[in-house]
């Protein structure tokens, strides 16, 4: 683990994830599903970042990793992110899988799985086609414990 620890890369993507945390908690705190996301273009520059805004603007689609993704979308005048590295709280859902995978997005580094609606491993499983799939590496586990517990502690007084 000391490894790990010492590793730049490693330290680079929790700096990025505890700014997704904070953008999570703050989601929390308005009464949302705590899930934050930041994306960073290929330079390292933070271009985008959201929170969860499902049930404030009670949109599905106001997911965090697709309002950052349309925040991208508009900083770099397109809706290609080639390059970019996506951080987020939370495993993405099929519905949010399918749009990084749309958005040919260059990474995914997530905090804690999500065994009820995670999508990620089904999303890389779908078959070879330069036409139909777009691969990109994914990493998870990232302060996987500090995600979760704000997960857990949100939903512990939010039981739907």
Not at 59 to 70: C, G, I, K, M
Not at 84 to 96: A, G, N, R
Request: with cysteine; net charge negative.
């Amino acid at each position: 683990m000391k490894d790990l620890l010492d590793d730049p890369e490693y330290q680079r993507h929790c700096r990025w994830m505890e700014r997704a945390i904070a953008l999570a908690e703050a989601a929390g705190n308005a009464g949302d599903v705590p899930v934050g996301a930041v994306i960073v273009d290929s330079q390292g520059k933070a271009i985008a970042e959201a929170a969860n805004r499902r049930e404030r603007d009670r949109d599905p689609t106001a997911h965090a990793e697709v309002l950052a993704l349309r925040a991208a979308g508009t900083a770099l005048n397109t809706w290609r992110l080639d390059g970019c590295i996506l951080y987020v709280t939370l495993e993405p859902c099929p519905m949010c899988a399918g749009a990084l995978v749309l958005a040919r997005l260059g990474m995914l580094v997530y905090g804690a799985d999500d065994p009820k609606a995670g999508a990620i491993r089904s999303v890389l499983n779908l078959p070879d086609s330069a036409c139909s799939n777009h691969r990109f590496p994914v990493i998870g586990g990232i302060l996987e414990n500090s995600c979760r517990q704000q997960l857990q502690a949100w939903f512990a007084d939010h039981r739907f």
